[in-house]
T-cell receptor, first 111, second 114 residues
Framework: GEQVEQRPPHLSVREGDSAVITCTYTDPNSYYFFWYKQEPGASLQLLMK?????EINEGQGFTVLLNKKDKRLSLNLTAAHPGDSAAYFCAVRANTGKLTFGHGTILRVHP | NSKVIQTPRYLVKGQGQKAKMRCIPEKGHPVVFWYQQNKNNEFKFLINFQNQEVLQQIDMTEKRFSAECPSNSPCSLEIQSSEAGDSALYLCASSLSTGYTEVFFGKGTRLTVV
């Protein structure tokens, strides 16, 4: 089945710096890709979605890149702030619509 | 904001006890998923439904776990005989379809098996 590898598992950056999280997946039939944010004790908040190989800027300080040829998905926080500190998960959708998640990245943004 | 409602938020059970949790998917969403998130942040897919029909489920779900999504009633996930390893956050999610649609998650039920 689908396997999703997410890197890095932990990321610490200074406020204003960029932070990049990358996922690679194996199933070429995967067709829809998500990024979720999870704050401590909370559920998953849908951050961004993408289905074509294109750069998308949602205007909230995030950029998503999808490269279907390389089966790679990335999330770029362009100017991180302390409120971005959370766990981030990529998720890949295929087959019966189920999501396969990466193992997460714990992001810490310090002043 | 997600409108997937999960109850209860917290559940504490002894080993061998039944544990039942419920989920009301977002209105109009016929596709429902259950996931288990463990303390290492690993997500395990358990089962998904389209309307009342099971689309896919894993072996664990076929044995000690049971789930249903009856019409006009909340969906439910029940563990017949809880084990310590079942302690986790159980997340319900819903979606308009299995295609190019967003998947929204509820706040989860945190199960602790003592």
């Amino acid at each position: 089945g689908e396997q999703v590898e997410q890197r890095p598992p932990h990321l610490s950056v200074r406020e204003g710096d960029s932070a990049v999280i990358t996922c690679t997946y194996t199933d070429p039939n995967s067709y829809y890709f998500f990024w979720y944010k999870q704050e401590p004790g909370a559920s998953l908040q849908l951050l961004m979605k993408v289905f074509s190989s294109t750069e998308i800027n949602e205007g909230q300080g995030f950029t998503v890149l999808l490269n279907k040829k390389d089966k790679r998905l990335s999330l770029n926080l362009t100017a991180a702030h302390p409120g971005d500190s959370a766990a981030y998960f990529c998720a890949v959708r295929a087959n019966t619509g189920k999501l396969t998640f990466g193992h997460g990245t714990i992001l810490r943004v310090h002043p | 904001n997600s409108k997937v409602i999960q109850t209860p938020r917290y559940l504490v059970k002894g080993q061998g006890q039944k544990a039942k949790m419920r989920c009301i998917p977002e209105k109009g969403h016929p596709v429902v998923f259950w996931y288990q998130q463990n303390k290492n942040n690993e997500f395990k897919f358990l089962i998904n439904f389209q309307n009342q029909e099971v689309l896919q489920q894993i072996d664990m779900t076929e044995k000690r776990f049971s789930a249903e999504c009856p019409s006009n009633s909340p969906c439910s996930l029940e563990i017949q005989s809880s084990e310590a390893g079942d302690s986790a956050l159980y997340l319900c999610a819903s979606s308009l379809s299995t295609g190019y649609t967003e998947v929204f998650f509820g706040k989860g039920t945190r199960l602790t098996v003592v």
